[in-house]
């Protein structure tokens, strides 16, 4: 591989991040949360792009372009004055109290989303990023400037593996949009249709999430899991459905961004909370799959690759899996902000011949490779933890579930995106509503009314699911419907409403989680497992094994699997995790 070339990839916005992109795809990839610890952080990744730079040396890739996504006026402010973005990160994740001007501030901070960006802009933010390049070991490359929601759809799209589809975007608001339409088809990305900032289904939920006292940005997956403890109420009665209007791929507001606020703060004065959250729901539920069966309608491409903030709504994308116009769809695994840096890189590769034509995403494991001495070093540092050899760590971690012990599995590299795939995971049996409260209230520390997810092989998904139509859902992108039959055997792993978020490995995976689920199937009939993020609330995923060991320093765990290493409480009694 040595000389070959790479694009490096970076976004310096919400959830900061970096990415290397070769002509294979992208090569490697972190988000900047993974290595400061703290979540979803903002401002130039100087340690992704610094991680990034040792990956490409240690490959023999040279750099011959950078991307970035976004050069509209309230971006591009934040770049010459970063405490702007920091004073909304500490105000957002609730680590300081509102002041007298936040409400004003807000107000400004929504009006200045909606401008786009322009050619001065563009230029203030190539010259800004140009100089924190150099600060970090990167000069004399070429910077490229890539729109928001380019990058959003040229993630889906150029990993989607499919010759032709439509890709889609529906975000919060970046560039001034709140969305867009391409067609991939001849080996071109060419827009077809954008969505104004001034109608967002992003902000909409954003703005819910806030009102219900949750942090925006963050939390909007809590509103949809409130939202099936309300009781039904039909749409006709729904007074936010007429917030948008829908007509092929356009979308009108009743209401601007910031008079939608108050209008939302009105409905929710009459309606309990969980209420509040399903009316919102059924918002998205009704008016996303009608916009983009539009949008289908109007190509007459049937294959969508789809990006954005409002794409980690599962339970949405599932009717839009459903729809019969849909023969297929991929969901980037990275959907939100987070994932821009590999977006932009993509498509400048795309527009540049670098990287012509999409291929199947095959893993989300990205990250850099945590190195083995490394992870001597840190083992070797928590001596008051016993630590075996294990000859079969498949086999000893089946044994340890089958026990009714939680472990921690640590393998490989680790994810890129908000889920947690089987290399940074946190496993148990999936039939235990005991072990999931356990989990929620004492380790993961979380609301109550939040399911975990399974992880589940093929052949199982086809068993166990009502609506698993071959689908591949590797990613844990997409919802489901389990079978009436089969809720019991998977109660720690469902809503209320019997609904799920599966992954489901191809039979055929290859992989030590892939094995242990198969092992499981041996001895329990079904290849499933709960599976959630190895973290502890409010934190990011481990990176490192330093970062497990501290979390594992921290609970009542018992057992930790580091590849073939077994990490275990010396002062722990069997089943206390």
């Not at 400061?36 to 991680?51: D, H, N, Q």
């Not at 890539?146 to 759809?153: A, D, F, I, P, R």
Request: aromatic share 8%; net charge neutral; hydrophobic share 40%.
């Amino acid at each position: 591989m040595a000389g070959d070339k790479a694009l490096l990839g970076f976004w310096d916005g919400h959830d900061a991040g970096a990415a290397l992109v070769t002509s294979d795809g992208i090569c490697c990839a972190i988000n900047e949360e993974r290595l400061t610890r703290r979540k979803l952080e903002v401002g130039f990744p100087s340690l992704s792009v610094k991680a990034m730079l040792k990956v490409a040396a240690e490959e023999g890739l040279q750099i011959s372009e950078c991307a970035v996504s976004t050069s509209d006026i309230a971006k591009t402010l934040t770049r010459y004055i970063p405490s702007l973005g920091a004073e909304y990160y500490q105000l957002r994740r609730r680590k300081v109290y509102p002041g007298a001007l936040t409400s004003l501030k807000k107000r400004t901070k929504y009006w200045l989303t909606e401008l786009p960006g322009y050619h001065w802009t563009e230029m203030l933010t190539r010259r800004i990023l140009l100089q924190r390049l150099e600060c970090v070991g990167l000069s004399g490359v070429p910077l490229s400037v890539v729109g928001h929601h380019h990058s959003h759809v040229a993630a889906a799209v150029m990993c989607s593996g499919y010759e032709r589809c439509i890709g889609v975007s529906l975000d919060g608001i970046g560039d001034g949009l709140s969305g867009s339409l391409w067609l991939w088809q001849g080996g071109k990305l060419t827009p077809v249709a954008e969505l104004s900032g001034k109608a967002s289904f992003g902000l909409f939920f954003e703005h819910v999430t806030n009102l219900l006292n949750m942090r925006e940005l963050e939390d909007e997956g809590k509103v949809m899991a409130l939202a099936d403890f309300a009781y039904p109420v039909p749409d006709k009665d729904n007074p936010l459905l007429s917030f948008f209007e829908v007509s092929g791929f356009s979308l009108r507001s009743r209401y601007s961004t910031l008079r939608m606020y108050d209008e939302l703060k009105k409905v929710l004065w009459k309606f309990p909370a969980e209420q509040f959250a399903y009316l919102a729901q059924r918002v998205l539920e009704v008016h996303v799959p009608a916009m983009i069966g539009n949008a289908v309608e109007m190509t007459g491409q049937t294959s969508v690759a789809y990006a954005g903030g409002v794409a980690a709504n599962i339970k949405v994308n599932r009717l839009i899996r459903r729809l019969p116009e849909v023969k297929d769809l991929f969901v980037f695994p990275h959907m939100g902000d987070g994932g821009l840096a590999a977006g932009a890189a993509l498509a400048r590769a795309q527009e540049t011949g670098f990287f012509t034509h999409p291929r199947r995403l095959q893993t989300a494991a990205l990250a850099p490779v945590d190195k083995h001495e490394d992870q001597k070093v840190a083992l070797a540092a928590w001596p008051e933890f016993s630590q075996h050899q294990l000859s079969d760590p498949v086999s000893s971690a089946c044994e340890l579930l089958l026990r009714r012990e939680v472990i921690f599995w640590f393998e490989g590299r680790m994810e890129y995106g908000p889920r947690a795939l089987g290399q940074r995971s946190i496993l148990a049996l999936p039939d235990s509503l005991d072990i999931k409260n356990e989990l929620n209230l004492r380790l993961k520390r979380r609301v109550w009314y939040q399911p975990f997810c399974p992880s589940m092989l093929e052949a199982d998904a086809e068993k166990l699911l009502e609506d698993y139509d071959g689908m591949v859902n590797e990613f844990m992108t997409n919802g489901y419907m389990v079978r009436p039959e089969f809720r019991g055997v998977l109660q720690g792993v469902i809503n209320v409403d019997g609904s799920c978020r599966p992954q489901i490995l191809p039979e055929d995976s290859v992989s030590p989680y892939a094995e242990l689920l198969k092992k499981l199937r041996q001895e329990t009939g079904y290849g499933v497992v709960l599976n959630t993020s190895f973290n502890l609330h409010g934190e990011p995923l481990v990176c490192s094994v330093a970062d497990a060991l501290r979390t594992f320093a921290e609970t009542d765990v018992r057992f930790m699997i580091v590849s073939n290493i077994l990490v275990e409480k010396k002062s722990c009694e069997v089943g206390q995790g």
